[in-house]
């Protein structure tokens, strides 16, 4: 294979895959040194140039031999069609998974966010839904809402609600392998605190910025007990209340109070910064 082919399937394989040139270069590079390392048993290092021709140089340490040596990639056997096919499949595997990590660290940035989603399937057998999501404008990825995950209102009427759209937490993001070939899971929920947090800042406009909110009990489809370092507007509450159809009561804490030193112990406050004494001014909303 001459440095034209190489080339030409460099820019193909960059096409093909969306990665950028140099990534197929260093993938082509890093496949190629394994192949001849084990072909002549000895460290090869294999570099694509920049007029695309190839460079192969070997070393020894094992047998003191440190002084680098040309060597030839005819082990490859990239010059025959039935040879350079097989490398170019493994070539694009490697790509492939270079490129479903890219997509899945583009994606981390919204985990533990809220995020609409449309209900677009119902699984009889596990109770799974699969939502509908659309994180990056005009690009929808299908998320995973398991039955535990999921508010009682859910479980019961989830064959009516196919269609509906709602907030869900984005809870986890991982890739998995399915038969040899890597693949993005996102999961999400109904049932954290943080969608109770967040959705509230949602509808808190401009003092969202400032307003510290911990959510330090829920029960789902019951009620959820969230502090704040302010007042909450009553709109806020009840569009939250509606939203995950249960009772959301909001206390405002005193400035020099951290919400996340209150607790709420058989239906009585505890605060450690206070000495576990409920906090003087402390209202419910």
Known sequence: MDASQIKTHIAELSREYGVQEFEVISTIEDLFSRHLSRWHNEEVLVRILEDYTLDATAANP??????????TASSLKINSS???????????????????????????????????????????????????????RGEPFTAICEYKHQTPYMRKNAHYLVGEKMDFHLNKIEVVEVQGVPRINIYVDRTSKTLVTKLLKRHLNGSAATTRLSCVKRIVGGYSLVLSSQRIPQAAIVAVDRALRERIRVFATPENVSPDSITFVKGKIQCSDLEKRKPKNLSGQ
Do not use: C, W
Request: glycine share 8%; hydrophobic share 40%; charged share 30%.
């Open 62 to 71: 094992l047998t003191g031999n440190l002084e680098p040596r040309k060597v």
């Open 82 to 136: 039935k040879g350079f096919n097989s490398i170019r499949r493994q070539i694009g595997k490697l790509l492939y998974r270079k490129a479903t990590l890219k997509e899945a660290s583009i994606y981390h940035q919204f985990l533990h966010d809220v995020v609409e989603g449309e209900i677009a399937l119902v699984d009889k057998a596990t109770g799974r839904l699969y939502v509908e999501l659309e994180m990056l």
